[in-house]
């Protein structure tokens, strides 16, 4: 809900921050699975390439750009995340890498799901689902946005970043029939690694 718009009409509204947890046996299970990848890896690196409406996605050869990269300059471990409807998209950013990558995708439970970002050190996405748990967790997130607007919908949190260019469309924009998709195509690959690179870096 957009508490702002209430605040706009002079009622004031403290915006709560809700809280996800992880029982204690779910957690020993992830942790377990990712024994190996910790040791092999500098850094765990989560990415959810798809979303429900499909001017929101970005490219499937854009997210592997990225995610070679991340591996290939940082030592990172990437983890493709999603529905089970989502696997051909996953599927066809690992077959288009150089590297070999983890396809968790309709692979997890919601609950798997919310402690395996718990441990991830960020979370690369599109605007979805994924995105406000790993907020809602607190995780560093890096949130590529196109037709819908940040102000209305993106995760709320201190460690969320958000991707968003200005093409002059109305937003939030729900032409279905739009042929070109500007919002998403002019977010660069280079844009999004270099991005996800000082997040990862910055300690804070």
Same mark, same amino acid.
């Given at each position: 809900?957009?508490?702002?718009?209430?605040?706009?009409?002079?009622?004031?509204?403290? /915006?709560?921050?809700?809280?996800?947890?992880?029982?204690?046996?779910?957690?020993? +299970?992830?942790?377990?699975? %990712?024994?190996?990848?910790?040791?092999?890896?500098?850094?765990?690196?989560?990415?959810?390439? @798809?979303?429900?409406?499909?001017? +929101?996605?970005?490219?499937?050869?854009?997210?592997?750009?990225?995610?070679?990269?991340?591996? /290939?300059?940082?030592?990172?471990?990437?983890?493709?995340?999603?529905? +089970?409807?989502?696997?051909?998209?996953?599927?066809?950013?690992?077959?288009?890498?150089? $590297?070999?990558?983890? $396809? %968790?995708?309709?692979?997890?439970?919601?609950?798997?799901?919310?402690?395996?970002?718990?441990?991830?050190?960020?979370?690369?996405?599109?605007?979805?689902?994924?995105?406000?748990?790993?907020?809602?967790?607190?995780?560093?997130?890096?949130?590529?946005?196109?037709?819908?607007?940040?102000?209305?919908?993106?995760?709320?949190?201190? $460690?969320?970043?958000?991707? +968003?260019?200005?093409?002059?469309?109305?937003?939030?924009?729900?032409?279905? $029939?739009?042929?070109?998709?500007?919002?998403?195509?002019?977010? @660069?690959?280079?844009?999004?690694?270099?991005?996800?690179?000082?997040?990862?870096?910055?300690?804070?």
């Amino acid at each position: 809900m957009r508490f702002s718009l209430l605040e706009g009409i002079g009622i004031p509204v403290k /915006e709560k921050q809700v809280t996800l947890f992880v029982d204690e046996e779910e957690k020993k +299970k992830i942790s377990k699975f %990712l024994e190996d990848y910790r040791l092999k890896f500098s850094y765990l690196v989560a990415i959810n390439p @798809s979303c429900n409406w499909h001017l +929101k996605r970005w490219e499937e050869e854009r997210f592997a750009l990225v995610a070679d990269r991340l591996i /290939e300059e940082l030592n990172c471990c990437v983890f493709l995340i999603g529905a +089970k409807k989502d696997s051909p998209i996953a599927e066809k950013v690992a077959q288009i890498m150089r $590297n070999q990558v983890v $396809n %968790l995708c309709g692979k997890t439970t919601l609950k798997t799901l919310v402690g395996f970002l718990q441990e991830m050190d960020i979370l690369i996405s599109c605007d979805s689902g994924p995105a406000h748990l790993a907020a809602t967790l607190g995780k560093k997130v890096l949130v590529l946005f196109g037709p819908t607007s940040p102000s209305i919908t993106a995760p709320r949190g201190r $460690n969320v970043y958000i991707i +968003k260019k200005e093409v002059g469309c109305k937003l939030p924009c729900y032409n279905l $029939n739009c042929r070109d998709n500007r919002c998403m195509k002019e977010i @660069s690959p280079e844009e999004v690694y270099q991005q996800a690179k000082r997040i990862i870096l910055d300690k804070h």
